[in-house]
T-cell receptor, first 116, second 112 residues
Framework: GAVVSQHPSRVICKSGTSVKIECRSLDFQATTMFWYRQFPKQSLMLMAT?????????EQGVEKDKFLINHASLTLSTLTVTSAHPEDSSFYIC????????????FGNGTRLTVT | QKEVEQNSGPLSVPEGAIASLNCTYS??????FFWYRQYSGKSPELIMF????GDKEDGRFTAQLNKASQYVSLLIRDSQPSDSATYLCAVNPTGANSKLTFGKGITLSVRP
């Protein structure tokens, strides 16, 4: 149980275009999902907390107008990287909990974004 | 600032040995503790979680928690080359609105 599905797994886009990444909880409902970014050989960096039916909460330094998050249902959150630039190339990973606040986070398989 | 610290590593052990991974945290009120394994180019996967002081065993893995000393560790017995990965310690601090704080991770290499 507690499967988080994320796609696409890889995407290559041209600079200036937008890319949408989907994150789904397959066998549980997630009122909250978390979006992380990871650069090579670095640790996970929390970008934002996605809340079903309300606005996302962004971490300091993350541009909310550039990284648009929509959490329209209890099983789906999307992250849209708008006007992508090469410096946005990274590994984006979503996660969610199947239980209470103290239960583990389960991660999607991640999306490798390359902006050319 | 609430912090989670892990040894910088890398850690290298021979196959069959016990690998000991350590983690300390700053928020004394933290309630839940997690170890994730991350293979290169992949997303983290949950290995163990622990909530109470003491040891928790699952197969070759044992998580140890000492809240008084604010450390949590992961022991891997009979280490295998397939255990070679980066191990992330994560803590759920108090008042964090469910956001986990991750350590920077330690890379384990198991030599055949």
């Amino acid at each position: 149980g507690a499967v988080v599905s994320q796609h696409p797994s890889r995407v290559i886009c041209k600079s200036g275009t937008s890319v949408k990444i989907e994150c789904r909880s397959l066998d549980f409902q997630a009122t909250t999902m978390f979006w992380y970014r990871q650069f090579p050989k670095q640790s996970l960096m929390l970008m934002a907390t996605s809340n079903e039916g309300s606005k996302a909460t962004y971490e300091q330094g993350v541009e909310k107008d550039k990284f648009l998050i929509n959490h329209a249902s209890l099983t789906l959150s999307t992250l849209t990287v708008t006007s992508a630039h090469p410096e946005d190339s990274s590994f984006y990973i979503c996660s969610a909990r199947a239980g209470t606040e103290n239960s583990p986070l389960h991660f999607g398989n991640g999306t490798r974004l390359t902006v050319t | 600032q609430k912090e989670v610290e892990q040894n910088s590593g890398p850690l290298s052990v021979p196959e069959g040995a016990i690998a000991s991974l350590n983690c300390t945290y700053s928020d004394r009120g933290s309630q839940s503790f997690f170890w994730y394994r991350q293979y290169s180019g992949k997303s983290p996967e949950l290995i163990m979680f622990i909530y109470s002081n003491g040891d928790k065993e699952d197969g070759r893995f044992t998580a140890q928690l000492n809240k008084a000393s604010q450390y949590v560790s992961l022991l891997i017995r009979d280490s295998q080359p397939s255990d070679s990965a980066t191990y992330l310690c994560a803590v759920n601090p108090t008042g964090a609105n469910s956001k986990l704080t991750f350590g920077k991770g330690i890379t384990l290499s198991v030599r055949p």
